[in-house]
């Protein structure tokens, strides 16, 4: 890999990934930090780093009953498996009645579905490793302006690499009904570069295929300036300096009333923000080694 080449031929494959960077820049006794989102709040606390509040937390089977009549108080909210992975497991729900909610997509899910789910969660059916989870239940995000003209029915997300406390690449997730409203790439949502110094949206992908408009809205995908860049920026920096891992993936959400909030952390940040961005992380993180 030539130093400071850019496109394609510099991409980081999973084995150099793994071997090169995350063996020797994280070490796994301080997983735990960002693969619990429980303890990844508690970390981000201490800068402070702004983050969505917790509604409550279930431990444990008996939990789940006592946990179900604050819910139904609320309008609306989130539920996450607190060691999930690729998105799994999350729920964003909007009271439909007194014993109904209803997903971004409009599906229905009862109150006996709702507790379901929590067992699901409760057994580690969406978690790393084999062992049980908790039930983490946030305030739900309402996206900023920007967002919510491009697709009002979920909440776009922002992924930012960071490399030994140094900005690296960026990129904006942004829901489509087939996410049904989840920021997950996997999941049908939209990749959009985003120029990591302007904060500026470039050409965007779904599914591997160039998009120019969302699929859902129409509303046109690139050269949109993402709001609160620069604090973003600030803020990406102060979480990486709060976490003792040198490679991180750092994901961030614009509430419309909050601003800039970080959703949740990740040791091992997937690969495919360098398609995203058509450039590789090679020269990016060669450059921020040799500097030290």
Request: some cysteine; charged content about 25%; hydrophobic content about 40%.
């Amino acid at each position: 890999m030539k130093s400071g080449s850019k496109g394609l031929e510099s991409i980081i494959g999973i084995n150099k990934r793994n071997l090169d960077i995350i063996s020797a820049h994280n070490k796994r006794e301080y997983f735990p930090i960002v693969d619990d989102k429980i303890q990844t709040k508690e970390y981000l606390a201490r800068g402070p780093v702004p983050h969505p509040e917790t509604v409550c937390i279930i431990h444990n089977f008996f939990e789940m009953e006592d946990s179900m009549e604050l819910l139904l108080s609320l309008e609306t909210f989130v539920v996450k498996p607190s060691r999930g992975r690729a998105g799994g497991g999350i729920l964003l729900l909007e009271k439909k009645d007194s014993e109904n909610w209803n997903t971004p997509s409009g599906r229905t899910v009862s109150r006996e579905e709702l507790l379901k789910h929590f067992g699901d969660i409760l057994f580690g059916v969406f978690s790393f490793g084999l062992s049980g989870d908790s039930v983490l239940v946030e305030q739900r995000v309402f996206p900023h302006k920007v967002f919510k003209e491009i697709y009002p029915r979920g909440v776009a997300d922002i992924r930012f690499i960071t490399f030994k406390k140094k900005p690296v690449m960026a990129m904006l997730r942004i829901p489509t009904d087939q996410s049904d409203g989840k920021a997950n790439l996997h999941q049908g949502a939209i990749g959009v570069p985003v120029d990591i110094r302007t904060g500026v949206t470039g050409g965007a992908m779904i599914r591997g295929k160039q998009a120019d408009f969302h699929p859902d809205s129409g509303k046109k995908l690139a050269g949109n300036k993402i709001p609160f860049w620069e604090s973003i920026t600030q803020l990406a920096v102060r979480a990486s300096e709060l976490i003792p891992l040198g490679y991180l993936g750092i994901d961030f959400v614009i509430d419309e009333t909050l601003g800039p909030l970080v959703l949740e952390l990740n040791a091992r940040p997937g690969l495919q923000i360098q398609v995203i961005n058509n450039r590789g992380l090679g020269p990016l993180i060669n450059r921020i080694d040799n500097e030290f």
